[in-house]
Nanobody, 114 residues
Framework: QVQFVESGGGLVQPGGSLKLSCAAS????????LAWYRQASGKARELIAR???????LYADSMADRFIISRDNAVNSLYLQMCTLKPEDTDTYYC????????WGRGTQVTVSS
């Protein structure tokens, strides 16, 4: 089955930007809803945004103003552009199928700190 590998995280200063990538091991064209999540240690995983196969994006409350989700079915990839980052955005970020989650990847760590 499809597996996801997240990348693009790192250390960024408050106010900075990052673009995360999620590479799938197989075709994502038939996965209707893909999603980005984040999770801090010891806390529940939080949904950030979902995107349909037709590129309609759906954001969780308060996420749409700084995060942009996108996908490229041709290269089996999902992206998350993050802007105006805040220290509270420090988390591990994951991607997955929204309706039928696959095994979770290792995520990519984002640390927002001066």
């Amino acid at each position: 089955q499809v597996q996801f590998v997240e990348s693009g995280g790192g250390l960024v200063q408050p106010g900075g930007s990052l673009k995360l990538s999620c590479a799938a091991s197989g075709s994502i064209s038939d996965i209707y809803l893909l999603a980005w999540y984040r999770q801090a240690s010891g806390k529940a995983r939080e949904l950030i945004a979902r995107i349909t196969s037709g590129n309609n994006a759906l954001y969780a409350d308060s996420m749409a103003d700084r995060f942009i989700i996108s996908r490229d079915n041709a290269v089996n990839s999902l992206y998350l552009q993050m802007c105006t980052l805040k220290p509270e955005d420090t988390d591990t970020y994951y991607c997955n199928s929204y309706s039928k989650p696959k095994p979770w990847g290792r995520g990519t760590q984002v640390t927002v700190s001066s």
